[in-house]
């Protein structure tokens, strides 16, 4: 593992010189496994985690983890109460740790579980049964979900009325209720898709994931466009036009998920950076392949940290 680290590293150099983010909980909460999504508490102590299964045609099992940290160190994963039967992912913590969103394709009311929607559990003692948000959801898929500060969601969604495939969404709480959903518009929604935003706790920073713009990071493999993370800035009540958040966030391999700290100073989100994203120094033996590929750094998705972008 250590030389495939190596190898990342020296071929990151190679393509910026600009300092990158940093691996979250290696080989507790990053593993060499597929982790798509993270949310702390504000107090750092408690986490959760999105994980996918290995899969290479179909859906994969997506399960939501609850990580404890003590002295400094993550304990192991427990898959959440409310979590490991439906398809779980993108939880999104309320800066004030009192609720966890996430998106599920369990069943709403008489039906069938086949789109996914945004589910809610809140803490008092302990974490409530999940429900689904009221007057947010619809018959499209909702595909990623932040909360501010004051408790107004952004999401995207494919609902019909939108710009492009997927369009970001906001709803404004208001005397305890969700109001009716209100599409962003442009400069932020484009006939592309935008999906999984997060917004910062006081609403002035909106960061998410978009896929095939001009000026997207790619590596050394170009089939295909794996998404980059966007940044806009909310000015005088407009938001910015979007801008790529660079090589300090990006890498030529995916990136997804991003997830603002309580304090709107991090951002953590996931990246399928790995020894093979960039074009290795030199002729790979079969050790060092091996070494690679089973290790964190491996191209399957892991938790990273950054400073939030300003």
Same mark, same amino acid.
């Given at each position: 593992?250590?030389?495939?680290?190596?190898?990342?590293?020296?071929?990151?150099?190679?393509?910026?010189?600009?300092?990158?983010? =940093?691996?979250?909980?290696?080989?507790?909460?990053?593993?060499?496994?597929?982790?798509?999504?993270?949310?702390?508490?504000?107090?750092?102590?408690?986490?959760?985690?999105?994980?996918?299964?290995?899969?290479?045609?179909?859906?994969?099992?997506?399960?939501?983890?609850?990580?404890?940290?003590?002295?400094?160190?993550?304990?192991?994963?427990?898959?959440?109460?409310?979590?490991?039967?439906?398809?779980?992912?993108?939880?999104?913590?309320?800066?004030?740790?009192?609720?966890?969103?996430?998106?599920?394709?369990?069943?709403?009311?008489? =039906?069938?579980?086949?789109?996914?929607?945004?589910?809610?559990?809140?803490?008092?003692?302990?974490?409530?049964?999940?429900?689904?948000?009221?007057?947010?959801? =619809?018959?499209?898929?909702?595909?990623?979900?932040?909360?501010?500060?004051?408790?107004?969601?952004?999401?995207?969604?494919?609902?019909?009325?939108?710009?492009?495939?997927?369009? $970001?969404?906001?709803?404004?709480?208001?005397?305890?209720?969700?109001?009716t959903p209100e599409n962003l518009g442009e400069p932020l929604n484009t006939p592309g898709a935008e999906v999984q935003p997060a917004i910062s706790p006081d609403e002035s920073t909106l960061v998410f994931t978009t896929f095939g713009r001009d000026d997207e990071i790619v590596g050394v493999h170009k089939e295909y466009?794996?998404?980059?993370?966007?940044?806009?800035?909310?000015?005088?009540?407009?938001?910015?036009?979007?801008?790529?958040?660079?090589?300090?966030?990006?890498?030529?391999?995916?990136?997804?998920?991003?997830?603002?700290?309580?304090?709107?100073?991090?951002?953590?989100?996931?990246?399928?950076?790995?020894?093979?994203?960039?074009?290795?120094?030199?002729?790979?033996?079969?050790?060092?392949?091996?070494?690679? $590929?089973?290790?964190?750094?491996?191209?399957?998705?892991?938790?990273?940290?950054?400073?939030?972008?300003?």
């Amino acid at each position: 593992m250590r030389l495939a680290i190596i190898l990342f590293v020296v071929a990151l150099a190679m393509f910026s010189a600009t300092v990158g983010p =940093s691996l979250v909980g290696e080989g507790v909460i990053s593993t060499p496994g597929d982790e798509t999504a993270f949310a702390p508490a504000p107090d750092g102590n408690v986490a959760f985690l999105a994980r996918n299964s290995p899969t290479t045609a179909g859906v994969p099992l997506q399960v939501i983890y609850i990580v404890h940290r003590e002295n400094g160190s993550w304990g192991t994963p427990q898959i959440a109460a409310f979590s490991g039967q439906y398809r779980d992912f993108g939880p999104a913590m309320s800066p004030d740790g009192s609720k966890l969103f996430f998106i599920s394709n369990r069943p709403v009311k008489d =039906s069938k579980g086949t789109d996914m929607n945004i589910w809610m559990v809140s803490r008092e003692h302990q974490w409530s049964e999940p429900q689904p948000v009221g007057n947010v959801n =619809s018959p499209a898929q909702e595909y990623g979900i932040s909360v501010a500060a004051n408790g107004n969601l952004y999401f995207s969604s494919s609902r019909e009325g939108g710009k492009g495939s997927f369009d $970001l969404y906001r709803s404004r709480l208001k005397d305890g209720q969700y109001q009716t959903p209100e599409n962003l518009g442009e400069p932020l929604n484009t006939p592309g898709a935008e999906v999984q935003p997060a917004i910062s706790p006081d609403e002035s920073t909106l960061v998410f994931t978009t896929f095939g713009r001009d000026d997207e990071i790619v590596g050394v493999h170009k089939e295909y466009n794996k998404g980059d993370l966007y940044v806009s800035f909310q000015r005088d009540g407009q938001w910015t036009a979007p801008r790529n958040c660079g090589p300090g966030i990006n890498s030529g391999a995916g990136e997804a998920w991003p997830a603002f700290s309580s304090d709107g100073r991090s951002l953590f989100f996931s990246s399928e950076r790995g020894f093979a994203t960039y074009r290795v120094p030199k002729r790979l033996t079969w050790r060092e392949l091996e070494r690679g $590929l089973t290790s964190v750094l491996n191209g399957m998705g892991n938790i990273y940290q950054a400073p939030a972008p300003r």
